[in-house]
């Protein structure tokens, strides 16, 4: 089974840009969670969708969107950057029914300049 | 707010000692949780969790201790190899399915 993939794996944009990235979960997977990674914050939660329905977010402002598609892939898109966007975006999969493990796609390494 | 954290920032171990990773957690509404480990470049992968129910759980060279009286999280790992240096976060999940970690500790394995 393959596992969660994200793309793309490095990308350079500019202050005041737009982003998307992309998450396609584990095959049978409906909950893909986001978090971004910096070295000052640690692993944050961004939000989490479930069956294409944002089910939970995190304390972050809404310049930072999500959705997710019928066949569970989802995407963020965070508009008008910041330096401070600069982290590593992880986004992690699971069946979505309970507490349960999430796993982990590599990640997508932002750099805002 | 409620939040998962480490003890200790940074742990280095001797090759072939023990290492254990302490964790705190705040959220008494949590009932699962699971320990990662994130080697660089990579995201985190998977160790081993444990439900609030058990206070033990074992795995290859892997223990998790749950103390819930007083919200600690332990892991240790036996007779630590250099694969073993990563960075090692707790996590909470509550019933909500939101995931909480804590910052991370740095294990460096010396030789």
């Known amino acids: 089974k393959a596992g969660v993939t994200q793309t793309p794996r490095y990308l350079i944009k500019t202050r005041g840009q737009q982003v998307t990235l992309s998450c396609s979960p584990i095959?049978?997977?409906?909950?893909v969670s986001w978090y971004q990674q910096t070295p000052g914050q640690g692993l944050q939660f961004l939000f989490e969708?479930?069956?294409?329905?944002?089910?939970n977010k995190g304390n972050f402002p809404g310049r930072f969107s999500g959705r997710q598609f019928s066949n569970s892939r989802s995407e963020m898109n965070v508009s008008t950057l910041e330096l401070g966007d600069s982290a590593l975006y992880l986004c992690?999969?699971?069946?979505?029914?309970?507490?349960?493990?999430?796993?982990f796609g590599p990640g997508t390494r932002l750099t805002v300049t | 707010g409620e939040s998962v954290g480490l003890h200790l920032p940074t742990l280095s171990v001797q090759e072939g000692d023990n290492s254990i990773i302490n964790c705190a957690y705040s959220?008494?509404?949590?009932?699962?949780f699971i320990w990662y480990k994130q080697e660089s470049g990579k995201g985190p992968q998977f160790i081993i969790d444990?439900?609030?129910?058990?206070d033990k759980r074992q795995g290859q060279r892997v223990t998790v201790l749950l103390n819930k009286t007083v919200k600690h999280l332990s892991l240790q790992i036996a007779a630590t190899q250099p694969g073993d240096s990563a960075v090692y976060f707790c996590a909470e999940i509550s019933n909500d399915y939101k995931l909480s970690f804590g910052a991370g500790t740095t294990v460096t394995v010396r030789a």
């Open positions: 444990i439900r609030s129910n058990m």
């Open positions: 992690a999969s699971c069946t979505g029914q309970g507490a349960e493990e999430q796993y």
């Open positions: 959220n008494s509404a949590s009932d699962y």
């Open positions: 969708y479930f069956s294409e329905t944002q089910r």
């Open positions: 095959s049978g997977h409906r909950s």
